[in-house]
């Protein structure tokens, strides 16, 4: 049992595939922040009034990491992620409304800086997820019956910035008050 505990514990998991170690650090290259947040309770979120209530999401990146061009796709829900990634134009929340090889995603442009700025309203929300159904979208933008549990929309998006870096940053969430 001795020599068993010995030859297992001497053992090292060698991490020459570039993935991260188990206890490694996972800082993204170019950190994105939310800097008009509301909160930030393991993501970021913003609010939102019902019934129409307007809302706008402020992204920002370092200084020096260089000036964000657009935010290039943008989708809501569970699926949100792999929707903003290799959804059809038609599940995305910035949909250009045409069809066949015209259809993709109307982009929100940037200022030509490391800031761009995301704004809709939840009137803007509730006829996407008429056109879309609940099961692309399925978080209603009322107030919820349970204060303890409120209606938050996970909104995710695709930022590309004047070099052609793509960024997705971790989802933010508009709360519905």
């Given at each position: 049992?001795?020599?068993?505990?010995?030859?297992?514990?001497?053992?090292?998991?060698?991490?020459?595939?570039?993935?991260?170690?188990?206890?490694d650090?996972?800082?993204?290259?170019?950190?994105?922040?939310?800097?008009?947040?509301?909160?930030f309770e393991?993501?970021?979120?913003?609010?939102?009034?019902?019934?129409?209530?307007?809302?706008?999401?402020?992204?920002?990146?370092?200084?020096?990491?260089?000036?964000?061009?657009?935010?290039?796709?943008?989708?809501?829900?569970?699926?949100?992620?792999?929707?903003?990634?290799?959804?059809?134009?038609?599940?995305?929340?910035?949909?250009?409304?045409?069809?066949?090889?015209?259809?993709?995603?109307?982009?929100?442009?940037?200022?030509?800086?490391?800031?761009?700025?995301?704004?809709?309203?939840?009137?803007?929300?509730?006829?996407?997820?008429?056109?879309?159904?609940t099961?692309?979208?399925?978080?209603?933008?009322?107030?919820?019956?349970t204060p303890?549990?409120?209606?938050?929309?996970?909104?995710?998006f695709?930022?590309?910035?004047?070099?052609?870096?793509?960024?997705?940053?971790?989802?933010?969430?508009?709360?519905?008050?």
């Open positions: 049992m001795a020599v068993l505990a010995v030859v297992s514990s001497s053992c090292k998991k060698e991490y020459d595939d570039n993935s991260l170690a188990p206890l650090l996972a800082f993204a290259p170019i950190p994105v922040t939310v800097t008009n947040a509301s909160f393991r993501y970021y979120i913003v609010v939102a009034t019902a019934p129409s209530g307007a809302f706008s999401i402020n992204f920002s990146i370092p200084a020096d990491k260089g000036k964000i061009k657009e935010i290039s796709r943008v989708a809501v829900g569970g699926s949100g992620l792999n929707n903003v990634q290799v959804g059809a134009p038609t599940v995305l929340y910035n949909y250009n409304g045409l069809t066949g090889s015209s259809a993709g995603a109307t982009p929100i442009p940037g200022n030509g800086s490391n800031t761009v700025t995301f704004s809709s309203t939840l009137a803007a929300y509730t006829t996407y997820r008429t056109r879309v159904g099961g692309v979208a399925p978080t209603s933008p009322t107030v919820s019956v303890q549990s409120p209606n938050q929309i996970e909104f995710y695709l930022i590309t910035l004047e070099d052609g870096t793509t960024i997705i940053p971790p989802r933010v969430l508009v709360r519905v008050v």
